[in-house]
C-alpha cells in the first residue's frame, strides 16, 4: 500500500480532513453573509461522519503513506468534543503530526484539552489586526484582541511557531501585510500572506481581486530587506522568506500565480465523507456510504487506493481553460482549505 501513486506519480502524504461545515464567522470570501444566513440549511448531525468513521478512513490512509492529518471545517472548534477525535487520530501508528487550522474565535479556552489530546501544531487563520478590517473581513461583529490573546496564550502553553494565515485581498487588506508582520515579529510566528482563490462558486471571485505574491513581496521590501529560505521539507506549499535581521520568518502561498499541482500529496475528506483528491474539484466519492453499510477494512483500503490511482487532478496548471468554462466546485469550507 505505502508506495501507491496516482497518473503523475505523486504519493499520498498529507490528509485533510474537514469536521463540520458549520463556522461561527463568515468571511466574505468564504461563506459570504448573503448566502449563508439565518436560513441557510447546514448538514443534519447524522449526515456528518462521526469520530470512529473519520478514525476508519484515516487509518486507511496511515496505511497508504499518510503521516500528517489536519483538522478543518467549516469552524473546526464549533465541532463538540473535538479533543476526541485528536485523541483516536493521534494513536494510529503512522501518524506523526496532527495539526488544525481555525479561525481563533473559540481556541483559548480549549488549548489545555486540545495540547493534551495530542495537537501538534495550530494554524490561525488571521486577516487583519485592525478591528475595523478584522470585522469587515470576518462578516462578525467580533474583536480581534480575542484571536490575539488565544495566540499569545498558545505560545505560552507550548504551542510554538504558529502558521497565522492572511488571505489578502486587493482594496480590502493590503495594510494587514505590514501590520501583521510588525506585530508578530520576535514572537516566533510565522505570517503566510495567502492569494485570494477561486475556490468554490458563490464568492464572487474576480483575478482582479487577487494580490499576486509579486505584489506582496514589494509591499513587504518597501520597508524591510527580506531573504529567501530554502524549502522545510520537498515540496512544501509555502514558500519561505525571512526577515534580514532574522526578526520574523513569513511566507507565501501562491495557487493562483504559481501553481504547485506537479508536488502535490494531499487528499481532502468533507465533513459528509467525500473523498476529495483536488481543492478545486467538482466532487469527490462517498466513503460514507460503503462505511454505514459494513464494508471491511480490506475493502476500505481498495476503494481509496483505487481513487489515489486514478488521480489526475492539477487544476492550478489549467485554470484558465476551467474559469472559461461553467466548471462548478465544492465550497471551501466543506473541504477546509
Ligand atoms: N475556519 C477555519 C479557518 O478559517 O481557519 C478552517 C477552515 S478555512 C476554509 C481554511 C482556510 O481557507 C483559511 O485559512 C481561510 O482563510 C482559507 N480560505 C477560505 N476561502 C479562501 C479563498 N477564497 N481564498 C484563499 N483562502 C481561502
Ligand atoms: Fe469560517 Fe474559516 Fe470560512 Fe472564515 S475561512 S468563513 S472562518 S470556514
Ligand atoms: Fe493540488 Fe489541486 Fe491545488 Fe493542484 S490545484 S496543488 S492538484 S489541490
Known amino acids: 500500500m505505502k508506495n501507491t501513486l496516482d497518473k503523475f506519480n505523486r504519493p499520498v502524504r498529507d490528509l485533510r480532513i474537514s469536521v463540520t461545515d458549520r463556522c461561527n464567522f463568515r468571511c466574505t470570501y468564504c461563506m459570504p453573509k448573503e448566502v449563508y444566513g439565518e436560513s441557510f440549511k447546514f448538514l443534519p448531525r447524522k449526515e456528518l461522519l462521526d469520530f470512529n468513521e473519520i478514525e476508519r478512513i484515516a487509518q486507511t490512509f496511515a496505511k497508504l503513506g499518510v503521516n500528517k492529518i489536519r483538522i478543518t471545517g467549516g469552524e473546526p472548534l464549533v465541532r463538540k468534543i473535538i ?3 485528536i485523541q483516536k487520530l493521534s494513536n494510529i501508528s503512522g501518524i506523526e503530526d496532527i495539526a488544525m487550522t481555525t479561525n481563533g474565535y473559540l481556541l483559548e479556552s480549549k488549548l489545555d484539552s486540545l495540547k493534551q489530546s495530542g495537537l501538534n501544531r495550530i494554524t490561525v487563520s488571521l486577516d ?3 478591528s475595523k478590517t478584522f470585522k469587515k473581513m470576518s462578516g462578525q461583529n ?9 495566540i499569545k496564550s498558545a505560545n505560552d502553553k507550548g504551542f510554538k511557531n504558529l502558521k497565522i494565515n492572511c488571505v489578502v485581498q486587493k482594496n480590502v487588506n493590503e495594510h494587514s501585510i505590514l501590520d501583521l508582520l510588525d506585530y508578530f515579529r520576535d514572537s516566533g510566528n510565522i505570517v503566510r500572506f495567502i492569494e485570494y482563490m477561486d475556490v468554490g462558486n458563490l464568492n464572487g471571485w474576480e483575478l482582479k481581486d487577487v494580490i499576486s505574491i509579486k505584489e506582496i513581496l514589494e509591499i513587504i521590501e518597501s520597508k524591510y530587506k527580506v531573504k529567501k529560505l530554502n524549502e522545510n521539507y ?9 526577515l534580514e535581521d532574522y526578526s520574523a520568518e513569513f511566507g507565501f502561498i501562491s495557487s493562483v500565480s504559481q501553481p504547485f499541482c506537479s508536488t502535490c500529496t494531499r487528499a481532502r475528506i468533507t465533513m459528509d465523507g467525500k473523498l476529495v483528491t483536488c ?6 466519492i462517498d466513503l460514507r456510504k460503503p462505511i454505514r453499510e459494513g464494508c471491511s477494512s ?3 483500503d481498495q476503494i481509496i487506493k483505487d481513487v489515489w490511482i ?11 481553460e476551467l ?4 466548471y462548478k466546485k465544492i465550497e471551501m469550507f466543506q473541504i477546509g482549505g
Open 83 to 85: 479533543e476526541e477525535l
Open 310 to 320: 486514478k488521480r489526475k487532478d492539477q487544476y492550478s496548471e489549467i485554470r484558465h
Open 128 to 130: 487583519s489586526i485592525d
Open 279 to 284: 481543492l478545486f474539484a467538482n466532487s469527490g
Open 323 to 326: 474559469t472559461k468554462s461553467n
Open 142 to 150: 467580533f474583536e480581534v484582541e480575542k484571536v490575539l490573546s488565544a
Open 298 to 300: 480490506e475493502e476500505l
Open 234 to 242: 520537498q515540496g512544501e506549499v509555502a514558500k519561505r522568506y525571512i
